[in-house]
């Protein structure tokens, strides 16, 4: 039998929020055999847009989010898995509404599912993140980002998320531990910190609440260029529409800001990755094959 994958993802509001969600799906099409998206009821045309793809492995599931769960984004937790939960595949491939596959990789997955399929200590495929930053020019290279994370899971395990961001299996006892990976030998460009200034302020607006958290106040500018470093590949043809229109296009740092000692603790992580050869960013998942 065919290795069969299923896409999924979870969105709302997202045109008003800026996402890239109409780029994100469509570029990962090609690769799986369905695609399954939660759109919670918001106050835009973003329902609208997803139905307008128009591709045939899309499966829309309409929700409603729990307004009143402030916990550690665990609404978001819950919008993850009705959508995983409704995928027939033998892996599930993850991908949030501002994070797109290369096409150039699309065979690269494939193998990849292909290769690890039959290995059983083999549980999901992590993949390489470029982080963008301010502008489609530059990548956040610290270490207090995560620069690899789990997006394919096999499908037939008892995994959870328990804030939307990573999985959790759980063994014999019900317990959660991070999912056994090897690398999927591909990327995931993450477009969410280059949505236009204004856009992101609102994102933060809005999910504040699901973390009981007050709202933080974004600039671009304010921010360590210590840790930004040029990006010289391409970018997906898939998102080229949207970079050229609704991402912001140039970064300004602010001569005169003041790293914070977070900011200047990463840096010296920095230091030290570069005199040790070590990746002291956070995992959530643990190599083995």
Not at 191 to 207: A, L, P, S, T
């Amino acid at each position: 039998m065919p290795v069969s994958i299923s896409g999924f993802t979870f969105i709302r509001n997202g045109v008003e929020l800026g996402f890239p969600f109409e780029a994100s799906i469509r570029s990962l099409l090609p690769l799986v055999d369905e695609f399954v998206v939660a759109v919670g009821k918001g106050s835009d045309d973003t329902l609208a847009r997803v139905r307008a793809i128009a591709d045939p492995k899309i499966r829309i599931i309409e929700t409603l989010w729990n307004e009143n769960m402030a916990d550690r984004g665990f609404v978001y937790a819950q919008q993850k898995m009705i959508a995983q939960y409704s995928c027939t595949g033998h892996w599930a491939f993850y991908l949030e509404g501002d994070e797109v596959v290369h096409e150039d990789d699309i065979e690269k997955i494939r193998s990849s599912v292909e290769h690890h399929h039959t290995n059983p200590l083999v549980e999901a495929l992590v993949f390489d993140y470029r982080h963008f930053y301010g502008s489609p020019q530059w990548l956040s290279i610290s270490p207090g980002w995560y620069r690899r994370e789990c997006r394919l899971i096999r499908n037939t395990l008892r995994s959870y998320a328990p804030d939307g961001q990573y999985w959790l299996v759980m063994n014999q006892h019900k317990r959660g531990r991070n999912p056994n990976a090897a690398l999927a030998n591909a990327h995931i460009y993450h477009y969410g910190w280059i949505r236009k200034n204004e856009d992101m302020q609102k994102k933060f607006d809005q999910v504040g609440k699901y973390w009981a958290a007050a709202p933080a106040e974004i600039h671009y500018s304010q921010f360590d260029g210590r840790a930004l470093a040029p990006f010289k590949g391409t970018h997906p043809l898939a998102a080229q529409h949207w970079l050229a229109t609704e991402a912001e296009q140039e970064l300004h740092l602010d001569p005169a800001y003041k790293p914070t000692p977070k900011e200047n603790k990463y840096h010296l992580m920095r230091q030290l990755e570069t005199l040790t050869g070590l990746d002291f960013s956070r995992k959530h998942f643990k190599l083995v094959a």
